[in-house]
């Protein structure tokens, strides 16, 4: 059974920094690969962060670049994302998402409702101005 778990989402002020947590099981990191997705209130998911197996790449949406760092600890079967530089427009639902690891970074974080297959229940961040 695939599982993925976030853990590290909570109230933060503008400027501060978070680190959320992805546990993954139940699938083989080179069939999928993992990215961060969002969702603000009233909005459509985000795309935030994703891999790409193939060349190693990484994409992250211009919203965060420069401030957001993925990372996986594959031992631990865990991916991070930490995130700098909060600000009040970063506060939404942080999901991490499991697509297959054929498709390259920038086209799984700009069409992760239809290209993830697997999903977490999510963690909430909120950012206080």
């Known amino acids: 059974e695939v599982q993925l778990v976030e853990s590290g989402g909570g109230l933060v002020q503008a400027g501060g920094s978070l680190r959320l947590s992805c546990a993954a099981s139940?699938?083989?990191?080179?069939?999928?690969?993992i990215g961060w997705v969002r969702q603000a209130p009233g909005k459509e998911r985000e795309g935030v962060s994703c891999?790409?197996?193939?060349?190693?790449?990484?994409y992250y949406a211009d919203s965060v670049k420069g401030r957001f760092t993925i990372s996986s600890d594959n031992a631990k079967n865990t991916v991070y994302l930490q995130m700098n530089s909060l600000k009040p427009e970063d506060t939404a639902v942080y999901y991490c998402?499991?697509?297959?690891?054929?498709?390259?970074?920038?086209?799984?974080?700009?069409?992760?409702?239809?290209?993830?297959?697997?999903w977490g229940k999510g963690t909430l961040v909120t950012v206080s101005s």
């Open positions: 998402a499991a697509g297959p690891s054929w498709v390259i970074g920038m086209v799984m974080c700009e069409n992760p409702a239809a290209i993830m297959e697997y």
């Open positions: 139940g699938f083989s990191f080179d069939d999928y690969v």
């Open positions: 891999g790409s197996l193939g060349d190693r790449s990484t």
